[in-house]
Nanobody, 126 residues
Framework: QLRLVESGGGLVQPGGSLRLSCEAS????????VGWFRQAPGKEREGVAC????????GYQGSVEGRFTISREYGKNTVHLEMNSLKPEDTAVYYC???????????????????WGQGTQVRVSS
């Protein structure tokens, strides 16, 4: 069964850090393009970060560039999203998504991904 499971969400104070993980089962995430998306209450889902199948291309939404880092843990079928200097506006449910086919480039476009996790809640508040 193809499955993506996110973990690592929680409550953190402004300026704090969290590391989200996305673990796949039923397929090899190591060669899949992966994206992280988020959806805040009352807002549309938006792309946050992505990494290509080879890992050679990454992309970030402007508001998180320099604060968030996407990376692969090869052999563990896992992709991480390291989030630093968190702000209240980062509060959202975070989702990971994976593409079925090999992608030389990644995109922060939800429609380009085939598999989705259930999400993990991130809340940034004092």
């Amino acid at each position: 069964q193809l499955r993506l499971v996110e973990s690592g969400g929680g409550l953190v104070q402004p300026g704090g850090s969290l590391r989200l993980s996305c673990e796949a089962s039923g397929f090899t995430l190591d060669v899949s393009a992966v994206g992280w998306f988020r959806q805040a209450p009352g807002k549309e889902r938006e792309g946050v970060a992505c990494i290509s199948s080879s890992g050679g291309n990454t992309g970030y939404q402007g508001s998180v560039e320099g604060r968030f880092t996407i990376s692969r843990e090869y052999g563990k079928n896992t992709v991480h999203l390291e989030m630093n200097s968190l702000k209240p506006e980062d509060t959202a449910v975070y989702y990971c998504a994976a593409a079925r086919e090999f992608r030389h480039m990644c995109a922060l476009v939800a429609g380009t991904y085939d598999y989705w996790g259930q999400g993990t809640q991130v809340r940034v508040s004092s």
